[in-house]
């Protein structure tokens, strides 16, 4: 007999893929009307979980009871007619269509004409999207592409299309991890409101402040493993820790061991071709030195460093490495000079998730494995991907395993393998532990001081302030395109920075 307070219920779920076992044994329970976090390393099977709740996988073992009664969805439509929604981590929107056709698409209202054919009622549409919009608090026009909007506007735009199935359970996924902080704010608020109507909220993330603000409970999961459920006033940020990585992790970030030298990639009046972007920015980073960019969204970061690595046009500015100028004007150029760029979108334009492992390691230096010149030397591209399996701790079956199959923090090391082995003087990193678990952040932050030991140059854009302040030997804030200040680590602070970060030229 299921307890009356109980709206979902898993019990004993397990479910392998080719290799890996991805879910053994696990309970989990979520309360009507409260926000329920879900925690976990990467890897450690929440988003596999919630698959299975959702009806993307099939379940090898268990059951699922919804509302008390038993459920067997065989695919995410099942789920959602049934009042369960699921808000991915990537969003997926049709962005070249209306508010409304995205809110409906799929069920479409209708109506009849002369009693014989039925065409999409414009009007209603219209009308519902309305009353779904000011429940999301979001003042648009329903006939606005959604191209148009913002990342947090259109996460609203998913939570209205989940309120507009009924749904009893909304699943969130890293819901905040492309958010500024009045974004962030205004999310709460609505998962407040929808907490107050009796909605229950399954929360994703690694962001130990928010869990513990915004949930009632909080379960968290290791290695495919429930380790065990808590109120959230009986948690603190160590014994989340302690609970995600087995282990007590006394510091965040690894001792610095680097020792910058001489200046090796000098920046000059960088200037974009797009007046709204990045203008007359100079700057130059050491052999061996970790230089952090911090900034506000906005702050045109990512379109300054992805001019330096040429996907984007430079009106005008030099750069310089190891005092010898540089003539970019593609990747290629950047990857042939010795620049690498790991991108703030893995999954959008990082990883190639059709691929193996192996072969999204090997993708930027291919042209060293050709034998007589149109053979890949299979046996050589195998121990690439082995050795940085191996070197990076890289948690995946085997080197032919599809890297869409790998966890977030595992697809990082692996696009990081990828630059390794072309062997670059400059990383330059945006973003790099996004949507990453304490615990692989650890790691990447090792990987990158280790790289600043070997003498390489690090450019590191991050939004989060401790990670900035925990990696960087300087830290270079921006703000609306234009370079504001440089910290030397000793005097740089959250107060300094953020004074930078929105100190308007």
Partial sequence: ??????????????????????????????????????????????STLMKCLFGIYSLDAGEILFDGKPVHFHNPKDALNAGISMIHQELQPIPYRSISENLWVGRYP????LGLFSIV?????????????????LKVNPNTALKELSVSQIQSIEIAKAISYESKVIIMDEPTSSLTLQEVEQLFEIINNLRNLGVSIIYISHKMEEILRISDEVTIMRDGK??????????????IIKNMVGRELTNLYPPKTN???????????????????????????????????GGLVGAQRTELVEGIFGLRAVEKGEISLHGRKLNIKSPRDAIAK???????????????????VRDNVAVASLSDFVDYHFKLNNRKLNKL??????????????????????????????IISRWLAVEPDVFILDEPTRGIDVGAKYE????MIDLAKQGKTIIMISSEMPELLGVSDRIMVMCEGRLSGILDKEEANQEKIMELATKYM
Wanted: charged residues 25%; aromatic residues 6%; without cysteine.
């Fill in 338 to 356: 010795g620049i690498a760029l790991v991108t703030e979108d893995r999954r959008g334009n990082g990883i190639f998730g059709v691929l193996s």
């Fill in 226 to 239: 429930y380790i065990g459920t808590w109120q959230s006033k009986e948690l603190t940020m160590d014994k």
């Fill in 444 to 447: 990447i932050y090792s990987i």
């Fill in 121 to 137: 009622d414009h009007k209603l549409m219209r009308t519902k999207s309305l009353e779904l919009l000011k429940k999301v608090h």
């Fill in 1 to 46: 007999m299921q307890h009356l307070d109980i709206i979902l219920a898993m019990n004993h779920i397990s479910k392998s893929f080719p290799g890996v076992k991805a879910l053994d044994d696990v309970s989990f329970h979520v309360r009507r009307g409260t926000v329920h976090a879900l925690m976990g390393e990467n890897g450690a099977g929440k």
């Fill in 385 to 414: 991907a082995e050795d940085n399996i191996k070197k990076l701790r890289i948690k995946t079956p085997n080197t032919k395993t599809r890297i869409s199959s790998l966890s977030g923090g595992n697809q990082q090391k692996v």
């Fill in 110 to 113: 209708s109506k009849k004409i």
């Fill in 259 to 293: 020792v910058p030298g001489d200046v090796s990639l000098q920046v000059k009046d960088f200037t974009s071709t797009n007046h709204r972007s990045f203008r007359n920015v100079s700057f130059d980073v050491r052999k061996g030195e970790i230089l952090g960019i």
